[in-house]
């Protein structure tokens, strides 16, 4: 009788935990472009302008919605987090607002599974997480929000 793996039905595209990548590719290096570990690539969180820089591992075939909730998930426990009222945050990759394009391709019509995050990153790239007060001004976290000088 052949062994029990043989019989598995695979997914090829889709959302959900039964479509993670298990690649490994070693691409140009650790947390570098190209380098897979078990299908999770490694992206760059940069804090506003001029923050530090930490970093993730997101499986190449999660959608950019479920990318994009993730950090915002995980910079809520960070003390960069807009936590007054009226504040607001932003994510750019490429100077491009990655809430706008999610909000355009929402009006598009097109499904959130469209979108994967293998289609925008590579490994080895980075985010800038920005916090923008009620006036619609740049912030950065010293130990104490500040503006951002210009």
């Known amino acids: 009788m052949p062994p029990e793996r043989i019989h598995r039905a695979y997914r090829v595209r889709g ?11 070693r691409g140009a290096g650790w947390h570098r472009r190209g380098y897979r570990d078990r299908g999770n690539m490694w992206i760059n969180v940069k804090e506003g302008s001029y923050g530090a820089v930490h970093g993730m591992d997101v499986n190449e075939n999660a959608t950019l919605a ?12 960070s003390a960069y987090y807009p936590d ?12 491009k607002s990655l809430l706008t394009m999610l909000a355009e391709f929402e009006q598009q019509g097109r499904a959130e599974e469209e ?10 790239e980075t985010v800038i997480w920005k916090v923008y007060d009620d006036e ?3 912030r950065v976290w010293n130990d104490d929000w500040d503006y951002h000088g210009r």
């Open 66 to 77: 479920s990318f994009v909730r993730l950090l915002a998930g995980c910079q809520q426990t």
């Open 15 to 25: 959302v959900g935990p039964l479509n993670r990548s298990q690649r490994n590719v």
């Open 115 to 124: 979108d994967l995050v293998c289609d925008y990153f590579d490994g080895g």
């Open 136 to 138: 619609g001004l740049e």
């Open 84 to 95: 007054h009222e009226g504040w607001t945050y932003d994510i750019f990759f490429r100077r």
